[in-house]
């Protein structure tokens, strides 16, 4: 079904005149775009009053910035482990130490993603994305002033600024999809939204090891690194500046009836505990939250341990480690919005979720076997295979969550989705870490398989209750059953009027 036709779908009479554009939006409706009055209520029936709802061309601005800062956000995660053995002779420490430039992206996430939901709901979209921006351009400007081999500190205490600003990023793309966009492309936009994240690490594979060299030479390697964060520092600095003067907080009018219902609960009737407090009794979601973890957890372990992995068995091949890692990214990518335009077009949440775990088994199976076989063309295959699927599945998770939840808050959904993600990446991570120490990379592997498997099984058991999507069919029905109300009062009019001229 097109955007155009869903909106019609709704639409009580076409004769009904067009609101105009509110001068405060500066937009103009797109095809099919009319908004709908907000009092129209079916005579005699007791049913509830369908609202406005419009969309605007502006959503795609607004998903589109927020794409481009996670990904300023989501690059640095990677980009000291993905030249691990380079950062570790910089500043003199261990390999341990680099993988916690990269979990304490994890670690962060845990204690203030509560909070950070509540002030969501308090604040707003707008609010969050600019302690975002803000949080990420600060820590950027501190790496800067980090370059020196006895500043290890000053680097980490960059990285965690950008990990705590990550908070107020990860869970959001469900979010702006919900705010902004219509029923038939909510899945896309958050695929966008996820895309522009997975863009990020893809950037963070492939640039550090080309714009940083493993030399030899300390100020030489002082160099490059310096050069880098430069770079990294200007481009959070643009995006802050365009998120204070573009970034919207939500459309006048909302886009779908689910939103609209949403908006009209009275704020005194809100109550973020009791909202925590239906999540965690809501059980097909808690399974979700749980598999969610398990997939995702791998996929950071993987991202996190991946130079230690390649360089093991093909050593001196930093550079090529970063292009896998990018294989794997740009896979998850596709996989992403064709999975986004999927749910759009199906609906199959929890087949299409199902389908994906799966696969993302079966390619760590593959990958885990291929890995040690000596050629590096095989290993770029199975890899971007895996990423494709288990990648691919992050914007399954959060879509699912929001028809799990609905009309719980698309925010705290997310959040405890990517908690638990947080979590079980850390552990994962430490334990395939030293697992590769002890007993090799396949041995690693299968670690991750097993926990896979265990994450398949548990998926089947969701049961699928797509509540937002029944919220806006009841919409539908309700409008359909309005329309044939007008049509069946005129024909009585119509006939009432011929009975009196032939008396």
Not at 75 to 97: A, H
Request: with cysteine; net charge neutral.
């Amino acid at each position: 079904m097109s955007e155009k036709q869903a909106l019609e779908d709704t639409k009580p009479n076409e004769d009904q005149s067009v609101w105009k554009a509110d001068s405060d939006n500066h937009v103009k409706l797109e095809g099919g775009d009319a908004a709908k009055p907000s009092d129209i209520s079916s005579e005699g029936n007791g049913s509830e009053g369908l609202q406005a709802t419009r969309l605007y061309h502006r959503r795609w601005v607004i998903v589109f910035l927020f794409s481009l800062y996670s990904l300023s956000n989501s690059y640095q995660w990677i980009q000291y482990s993905i030249i691990s053995n380079i950062f570790t002779k910089f500043y003199s420490v261990d390999d341990f130490t680099i993988d916690w430039m990269s979990m304490i992206y994890m670690l962060t996430y845990i204690p203030f993603i509560f909070p950070v939901t509540w002030l969501l709901d308090k604040k707003g979209l707008r609010v969050i994305a600019l302690v975002a921006t803000a949080l990420n351009c600060a820590g950027t400007w501190i790496k800067v002033a980090s370059v020196r081999p006895n500043l290890f500190y000053v680097t980490f205490l960059g990285q965690f600024c950008c990990s705590f600003a990550q908070v107020f990023i990860l869970g959001m793309p469900s979010r702006i999809a919900s705010v902004w966009f219509g029923s038939e492309e909510v899945s896309t936009a958050c695929s966008i939204g996820v895309f522009g994240n997975q863009l990020g690490i893809a950037i963070g594979f492939l640039v550090p090891p080309i714009l940083v060299p493993n030399v030899d030479d300390m100020d030489e390697l002082a160099h490059h690194i310096r050069i880098m964060f430069y770079i990294t520092a200007g481009v959070a600095t643009l995006l802050f500046v365009l998120v204070v003067f573009v970034f919207q907080e939500r459309p006048k009018i909302p886009p779908t009836q689910a939103q609209a219902t949403a908006r009209s609960i009275p704020p005194e009737q809100y109550s973020y505990i009791a909202s925590i407090r239906n999540l965690l009794r809501n059980k097909p979601f808690m399974l979700l939250v749980v598999t969610y973890g398990l997939n995702v957890g791998c996929f950071y372990a993987v991202g996190t341990l991946l130079n230690r992995m390649i360089i093991v068995h093909y050593p001196g091949e930093e550079v090529n480690a970063g292009r896998i890692g990018l294989t794997i990214v740009i896979a998850g990518m596709v996989g992403s919005l064709i999975c986004g335009v999927w749910l759009d077009r199906t609906k199959t949440y929890k087949q299409t979720t199902l389908a994906v775990y799966l696969l993302s088994l079966v390619g760590m199976i593959v990958y885990a076997a291929t890995l040690s076989l000596g050629h590096l063309w095989v290993v770029f295959i199975t890899a971007g295979v895996l990423g494709f699927f288990m990648t691919g599945y992050l914007p399954l998770g959060f879509e699912f969550a929001v028809e799990l939840t609905y009309p719980e808050s698309e925010g705290t959904s997310s959040g405890l989705l990517n908690c638990s993600a947080q979590v079980f990446g850390i552990i994962f991570t430490i334990c395939q870490g030293k697992i590769i120490d002890n007993y090799g990379t396949l041995a690693g592997n299968i670690f991750l398989c097993v926990f896979l498997l265990i994450g398949t099984i548990m998926t089947a058991l969701i049961k699928s209750d797509l509540r937002r999507q029944n919220a806006n069919l009841q919409a539908k029905a309700a409008a359909e059953r309005h329309k044939s109300g007008q049509d069946y009062g005129a024909t009585s009019l119509i006939s009432e009027q011929q009975t009196s001229s032939q008396a």
